[in-house]
T-cell receptor, first 112, second 113 residues
Framework: GDSVTQMEGPVTLSEEAFLTINCTYTATGYPSLFWYVQYPGEGLQLLLKATKADDKGSNKGFEATYRKETTSFHLEKGSVQVSDSAVYFCALGSGSQGNLIFGKGTKLSVKP | DGGITQSPKYLFRKEGQNVTLSCEQNLNHDAMYWYRQDPGQGLRLIYYSQIVNDFQKGDIAEGYSVSREKKESFPLTVTSAQKNPTAFYLC????????????FGEGSWLTVV
């Protein structure tokens, strides 16, 4: 079945460091891909998405490119801030019902 | 403001009791979902509904029940049959169809005491 694998955390970075969180997927067809962010004690918020191969999603300085050849959707940011500290989830849209399949999440901590 | 409202935020349940988590949305979405979140395990789908009076089991439906009597509402009951109900529960909604963004509520913490 469809699945998502993302790098395990926690990831600890200093402010202004470069961030990469790896995400790979297994799916039939051409699913949409998503990154969600969860701040402590809150629900999930959509960070960015891409719906077809070679699409680049971007938001708030974060970017991810849908790579069909490597089945990947890695999240990147050039310069992280303390306020980026959160848990990040990679997800794919599975099947006709629109449900999402999530990775296990990667906790990011950014130190001043 | 449009959004998804979950209540209560925190709930304590004694063993053997059923509890119901409320979820209301005013986004005019046809599809609604319930996910369970445990530390280090990501989110797992409990139930989903694409239309009023119809719903389907997700990956971990055992010990849970839902109803969808109104488009705006999708309550989740955690029954006494659920062996390990302590978790963070997230309600979500979306437009029906693949690739659409799913929007989440703020979540409800359930603790068994």
């Amino acid at each position: 079945g469809d699945s998502v694998t993302q790098m395990e955390g926690p990831v600890t970075l200093s402010e202004e460091a470069f961030l990469t969180i790896n995400c790979t997927y297994t799916a039939t067809g051409y699913p949409s891909l998503f990154w969600y962010v969860q701040y402590p004690g809150e629900g999930l918020q959509l960070l960015l998405k891409a719906t077809k191969a070679d699409d680049k999603g971007s938001n708030k300085g974060f970017e991810a490119t849908y790579r069909k050849e490597t089945t990947s959707f890695h999240l990147e940011k050039g310069s992280v801030q303390v306020s980026d500290s959160a848990v990040y989830f990679c997800a794919l849209g599975s099947g006709s019902q629109g449900n999402l399949i999530f990775g296990k999440g990667t906790k990011l901590s950014v130190k001043p | 403001d449009g959004g998804i409202t979950q209540s209560p935020k925190y709930l304590f349940r004694k063993e053997g009791q059923n509890v119901t988590l409320s979820c209301e949305q005013n986004l005019n979405h046809d599809a609604m979902y319930w996910y369970r979140q445990d530390p280090g395990q990501g989110l797992r789908l409990i139930y989903y509904s694409q239309i009023v009076n119809d719903f389907q089991k997700g990956d971990i439906a055992e010990g849970y029940s839902v109803s969808r009597e109104k488009k705006e509402s999708f309550p989740l009951t955690v029954t006494s049959a659920q062996k390990n109900p302590t978790a963070f529960y997230l309600c979500a909604s979306s437009i029906v169809g693949p690739g659409n963004t799913i929007y989440f509520g703020e979540g409800s913490w359930l603790t068994v005491v």
